[in-house]
């Protein structure tokens, strides 16, 4: 039997872990992106990303997670990339916080090895955090900070390596069904094949067969703000953070760079752009000032103003869980799209799964959640 030819529409992380997946079982895989591998435009970029395994948007992520984490160490020694760093991960907010209580649950659920520090010791042993007497923090130490654009190039790297072909600056404006397929095409050339996988993050809505799917696409705005003493925002001794508090809230990373800690406002709000293609590449002073005031109150550490700012598009769903499984009403085709701002941990798993279902139409992971399906009206 001749090699199944499939084509991936869009090599952020989720297409390129996908392509990896593929082209290791010997598919015949033709990679397109509008832009080239690690590009900054869509929702793959800005040189960190939070991995964790006890987790708050649901335990039933669990499995995936801990698969996601095999695949990712995989991916190293396949690339010979440093894509992982296991720093561990905190929660830190009131006791009595949703997000707090929900990553309790999840780790006894799934007897996960976790450690809950009162204000005190949470004082003592990461003092970058500055910690109101009631809150607490959540160690998970099966937890650590991502490289997402040496990860993409990574699996690009490794998928390549095992025969797929990456044809980057291809954007697709068409696609259609076939008798024995997909026609699909960039710049006026067709391409056939027999299975699309359709990976095209917050650009979703510009191909036809997805415009009716439930995807909104907002920008989300990181802030890097210089550190007083870049040792002590290291991994080694900075885990990544959920931080949630009265006044802010944002997730943080170490410093990678050499100089400054990056964080992700999560109360300043991720406004709707109506196109990816519309994001503005700066933010503005409002946002700013309202981020430097959520640092100078919960990072002693860092600098009053941030000395970067980047600005990312990336694609949500009404419940902020990613659409992945055949594509409804088509043929030979798999969609994965709406990863919801915590997509890029899962990635090598959610590679394994469109591998699954582009070869053999179905995979042992449970992914019912993520059922593409799930918005249709009754
Ligand atoms: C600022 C920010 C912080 C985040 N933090 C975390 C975190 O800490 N942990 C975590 O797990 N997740 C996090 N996420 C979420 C995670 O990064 C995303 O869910 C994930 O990167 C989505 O990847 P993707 O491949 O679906 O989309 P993208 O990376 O946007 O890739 C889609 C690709 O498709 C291409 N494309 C689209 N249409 C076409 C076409 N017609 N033809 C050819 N190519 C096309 C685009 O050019 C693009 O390269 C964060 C997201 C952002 C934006």
Not at 106 to 116: G, M, N, P, S, T
Not at 144 to 161: D, H, K
Not at 213 to 239: G, K, N, Q, Y
């Amino acid at each position: 039997m001749s090699r199944p030819r499939v084509a991936v529409i869009g090599t952020g992380v989720i297409g390129a872990t996908t392509t990896w997946q593929l082209a290791r079982r010997g598919a015949d895989v033709l990679a397109f992106d509008t832009y080239s591998p690690g590009h900054d435009r869509g929702a793959s970029a800005g040189e960190s990303r939070i991995f964790r395994t006890a987790y708050k948007e649901g335990s039933n992520y669990v499995p995936l997670l801990r698969r996601a984490g095999q695949l990712w160490r995989e991916l190293e020694t396949t690339a010979s990339a440093e894509l992982l760093t296991m720093c561990g991960g905190l929660t830190i907010g009131p006791a009595d916080h949703p997000d707090v209580q929900a990553v309790q649950q999840c780790a006894e659920e799934h007897d996960l090895d976790h450690e809950v520090l009162d204000a005190d010791l949470a004082r003592k042993r990461f003092p970058q955090h500055r910690i109101d007497d009631d809150e607490v923090m959540v160690l998970d130490p099966a937890a650590g900070v991502l490289r997402p654009e040496p990860a993409v190039q990574a699996a690009l790297r490794a998928a390549a390596e095992a025969g797929a072909k990456i044809l980057p600056y291809h954007q697709i404006t068409e696609v259609a069904e076939t008798a024995q397929g997909w026609r699909i095409t960039s710049a006026g050339k067709d391409f056939d094949v027999d299975h699309v996988v359709f990976a095209p993050g917050p650009w979703a809505h510009r191909l036809e067969p997805l415009r009716s799917l439930p995807i909104e696409v907002r920008r989300i705005t990181a802030c890097w703000f210089a550190a007083h003493d870049p040792a002590a925002h290291r991994p080694d001794r900075l885990p990544i953070a959920i931080r949630r508090h009265r006044e802010a809230g944002f997730s943080c990373f170490p410093l990678l760079d050499g100089v400054s800690i990056k964080i992700v406002p999560h109360h300043l709000g991720w406004p709707a752009l109506p196109d990816p293609d519309e994001l503005p590449r700066s933010a503005e002073p409002e946002f700013a000032r309202a981020a430097s005031a959520a640092a100078q109150r919960l990072l002693p550490g860092v600098t009053p103003h941030p000395v970067r700012i980047g600005t990312f598009a990336e694609g949500f769903t009404p419940d902020e869980h990613a659409l992945l499984g055949p594509l409804p009403g088509h043929r030979n085709a798999t969609v994965m799209t709406g990863f919801s701002g915590h997509g890029f941990k899962l990635a090598p798993v959610f590679g394994e799964i469109g591998a699954d279902l582009a070869l053999r139409g179905s995979t042992e992971h449970d992914i019912t959640q993520l059922a593409p399906h799930r918005f249709a009206r009754a």
